[in-house]
């Protein structure tokens, strides 16, 4: 537990007991000092009254053994601990630890038993630290707030409603995309960008949109650097958001229709899966690319809880934050908050940053993949909501070559995981399959590879932050 910082001290007041809960206690730096005491007595006699009494003599003696530089407190409650018990005809407590615990390999009938009802609780509260909790009559929420409609299912009530942030959804089948932003989204643009530089970042973000009328926001924040609380509100005072379609997930150009304009073919999203697996050639964690996201960074009762980032205010944002706050960083503000290229550019001979991506076709550059999407030019017919501008199955095409590069970059790096692989052939075939497997495995991760300095690849989830 020492050893591991994030970690806690677990106490257990029945250690053989397996339904026992423990109490944690919390790590807390001190600088105090480690003393030896010793207490020496020593018997001497004296005469009192005519009689004689003894009387020890007391010595005490200290020594510094060192500085004790981390301290362990018990700091919260016991929590439940339940019994593996049931009630008898007589109202006794019996114990069933005997029925219920396996001690050794037993035969059929040990679990052929009739015996009481006994279900320990499938997980003990998470808060070990009492907090004042007071019921209240309703929730207050902000002006504009609905409650959502209540269905026939069990609803499930927001503890707050959602911080607008004022974006503007499209699905590919609405008829009409927006002109304009929304009231809302212009005000609250307008009340934080009060410096010389916000205003600079926008107009950065202007002349992108004008160049090349859709993108991502990982590819905005690769272009100009900006505070990701900032850039929240400023693609929604620029841009709306695509849904669903070829351009799902991507910021599109206030009044720019893809769906009506065949050169928008370039600008399609491609959701890009590495593939692995034995199938594949090699396993999960014989790959040096990192997976976003690991089952190992939940946060455990046993584990100290990740520092939670401040709040930002309207007053922050108008201070400045993202320009000239963090001063003390060692990478200028100009660049202060962008990302590499990769982190949305594909380049043959280079692996991703991570397993999963979201590249748009123009930003695949390789001349082979660009001829896969350029085989239809001139002759774009009609928009699917699958393909888009594309020929049919174009997706499955790019994927194929993707995954056959990358196996060619691992091959090189690591050709022992390749030894037993007879031909090339056989290894193309093996990458034919529909790409977005089950990645079941992904929670091994190589230490050694340092993906590009900047957030994980959050488009998936981009939604969230503005519903």
């Not at 009340?191 to 993108?215: A, I, M, S």
């Not at 799902?248 to 073919?265: N, T």
Request: aromatic residues 10%.
């Amino acid at each position: 537990i020492y050893a591991d910082p994030t970690k806690r001290l677990e106490l257990y007041f029945r250690p053989r007991d397996p339904y026992c809960h423990p109490v944690c206690a919390n790590r807390f730096p001190t600088s105090t000092v480690l003393l030896r005491v010793r207490r020496r007595t020593k018997k001497k006699q004296q005469q009192l009254d005519a009689e004689k009494q003894t009387q020890p003599e007391v010595k005490f003696e200290m020594e510094i053994l060192g500085i004790v530089t981390t301290v362990y407190k018990f700091q919260g409650m016991s929590d439940f601990q339940y019994l593996a018990v049931h009630s008898g005809p007589d109202g006794k407590q019996i114990s069933m630890y005997d029925e219920v615990l396996m001690l050794k390999p037993e035969k059929e009938e040990f679990f052929n038993r009739e015996l009481p009802l006994y279900i320990p609780p499938p997980i003990f509260s998470r808060l070990d630290t009492p907090v004042d909790y007071f019921y209240r009559p309703d929730i207050q929420h902000r002006d504009g707030y609905n409650n959502p409609p209540v269905s026939g299912e069990n609803l499930i009530g927001l503890s707050r409603a959602r911080r607008p942030h004022n974006a503007i959804f499209v699905n590919f089948d609405d008829e009409e995309i927006p002109a304009k932003p929304l009231d809302a989204a212009v005000q609250t643009w307008k009340k934080v960008c009060t410096n010389p530089v916000d205003r600079k970042v926008e107009e950065e973000l202007r002349k992108l949109f004008e160049v090349r009328p859709v993108w991502s926001r990982n590819a905005v924040k690769a272009n100009i650097s900006v505070h990701p609380d900032k850039l929240k509100l400023l693609l929604p005072y620029l841009a709306y958001y695509m849904l669903t379609g070829p351009w799902r997930s991507l910021w599109v150009r206030f009044g720019y229709d893809p769906r009506k304009h065949p050169e928008a073919k370039i600008y399609q999203v491609l959701d890009f899966r590495i593939r692995c697996g034995m199938k594949y050639g090699y396993a999960p964690n014989d790959m040096p690319v990192k997976a976003k996201r690991s089952t190992y960074n939940y946060s455990l009762p046993i584990t100290v809880k990740k520092p939670v980032s401040h709040t930002v205010s309207v007053h922050d944002l108008k201070q400045g934050l993202g320009t000239s706050a963090a001063s003390t960083s060692k990478k200028p503000a100009s660049s202060r908050y962008k990302l590499k290229e990769s982190i949305y550019i594909f380049r043959e001979g280079a692996l991703p940053p991570y397993r999963q991506m979201f590249y748009q076709l123009c930003d695949l550059n390789v001349e082979s993949l660009q001829k896969i999407i350029r085989r239809n030019d001139g002759a774009e017919s009609e928009c699917t909501e699958r393909d888009g501008w594309c020929l049919p199955k174009t997706s499955d095409d790019l994927r194929d070559s993707m995954s056959l590069m990358i196996k060619q970059i691992i091959r090189s790096t690591r050709p022992a995981l390749f030894s037993s692989t007879t031909s090339s052939e056989e290894g193309k075939e093996q990458l034919t399959y529909e790409s977005g497997e089950d990645e079941d495995d992904e929670e091994e991760e190589e230490e050694d590879f340092k993906p590009s300095d900047g957030s994980e690849n959050e488009m998936e989830t981009e939604i969230l932050d503005y519903v």
